[in-house]
């Protein structure tokens, strides 16, 4: 199975201000395609997940240009600029490469 | 508007048996996989299984292969996911949500809101 790490656990931020989240996989993401199936998705309190970024930097409908995906292989990051209180929550990387499907175990981002 | 709501949850007691569904509707159910996916009291995200657009082709965790079945309606626009043997670890709110694309899913939208299933005694 492919295990994927997320760096930090939490990352308290200014409004305003930048975040960076880290997600590292155990192997490569690389499918035979050769498309890269790295999702991330925002979970806000008492929501359900909401995809944010898919194929590691393609934006998804209606997300705000704020919010950013890059990487390869097996290192990738999710950039959420200008932090606003609307993106406090947990935030988690997928893979959908391969099954099993794995998760990231999340980073929450709060307002310091 | 693309949406799905699951239904079917509740309390059972460890060693029953449980079925969910998940209505979809404003996009062609039969063109597209479905997963479900879990989440523990307080816990981050679990998959748990997939069933291709025609069921031909289902995936589960390890967690629970021999217990659960995904299964699907097309002409009824619902997927279910029956729960037999249940345990306490499979407390959780469990997620219905799209797969649009190969492998496991390029795009993973639109999610249920979840339905919450408690195993207890």
């Known amino acids: 199975d492919i295990v994927m790490t997320q760096t930090p656990l939490s990352s308290p931020v200014t409004l305003g201000q930048s975040a960076s989240i880290s997600c590292r996989s155990s192997?490569?993401?690389?499918?035979?395609?050769?498309?890269?199936?790295l999702s991330w998705l925002q979970q806000r309190p008492g929501q359900p997940p909401r995809l944010l970024i898919y194929k590691i930097s393609n934006r998804f409908s209606g997300v705000p240009d704020r919010f950013s995906g890059s990487g390869a292989g097996t290192d990738f990051t999710l950039k959420i600029s200008r932090v606003e209180a609307e993106d406090v929550g947990v935030y988690y990387c997928m893979q959908t490469t391969q099954f099993p499907l794995t998760f990231g175990g999340g980073t929450r981002v709060e307002i310091k | 508007q693309e949406q799905l709501v699951e239904s079917g949850g509740g309390v059972v007691q460890p060693g029953r048996s449980l079925t969910l569904s998940c209505g979809a509707s404003g996009f062609t159910f039969r063109s597209y996989g479905m997963h479900w996916i879990r989440q523990a009291p307080g816990k981050g995200l679990e998959w748990v299984a997939t069933i291709w657009f025609d069921g031909s082709k289902k995936y589960y965790a390890d967690s629970v292969k021999g217990r659960f079945i995904v299964s699907r309606d097309n002409p009824e626009n619902t997927l279910y996911l029956q729960m037999s043997s249940l345990r306490v670890e499979d407390t959780a709110v469990y997620y219905c949500?799209?797969?649009?694309?190969?492998?496991?899913?390029?795009?993973?939208?639109?999610w249920g809101p979840g339905i919450p299933v408690t195993v207890s005694s």
């Open positions: 192997q490569s993401l690389v499918h035979s395609d050769g498309n890269t199936y």
């Open positions: 949500a799209r797969l649009v694309g190969p492998a496991g899913g390029e795009v993973t939208d639109p």
